[in-house]
């Protein structure tokens, strides 16, 4: 089962009468679950929740900062308009191996451009290249000590009205809990009461799978 904060009864009645997983998502999913780091792919309901967002907003050129398996982005590309594109970043050939093999079957790979290198190279020289204020969408969901990096860097790269989406914002909910007292939970901490304070964006934390910040760059 996926990780949720919510009480399974509801969780999975929620997911009753409202998931609709692709095929190759939920292929992609219990491969990916089978793995040591399974835990680390988002949750089904969340990849419909991003998917639901991109068409909103009319997204054509969306980021991605942690792809690990694909879960994430395949979801977001096959929400993707047939011109869309997403330059998506990660550090791993291993993990993202599976990820290309699933965005081919979905016929999306031609959407995607992925990005071998530290996160914050591929930001930096997107925004030396002159494509910020470019993008529509960001999904962040990387190592958690970078967050205020990657924040700062791809609210550069968002038009005015772009969307930013911000992986595991609750932690386990760890952060709620005052015992809890390690680096990484600090600083989740610490990079939700800074946006909570940043008038740059228009906010919402989800409590979505394990937790989602939604930051609207304002005009
Ligand atoms: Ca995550």
Redesign the pocket.
Known sequence: MAKTLLDESIYHYILSVSLREPELLQQLRQETAQMPMGI???APEQGQFMALLVQLIQAKKTLEV?V?TGY?SLSVALALPADGQMIACDVSEEYTAIARKYWQQAGVAGKIDLRIAPALETLDRLLAEGQASSFDFAFI??DKGNYPNYYERSLQLLRPGGLMAI??VLWSGKVADPQVQDETTQAIRDFNQTLHQDQRVSLSLVAI??GLTLAMKRG
Do not use: C
């Open positions: 680390m792919q988002i942690g690990f994430s969901d990387a992986d595991n799978a394990d």
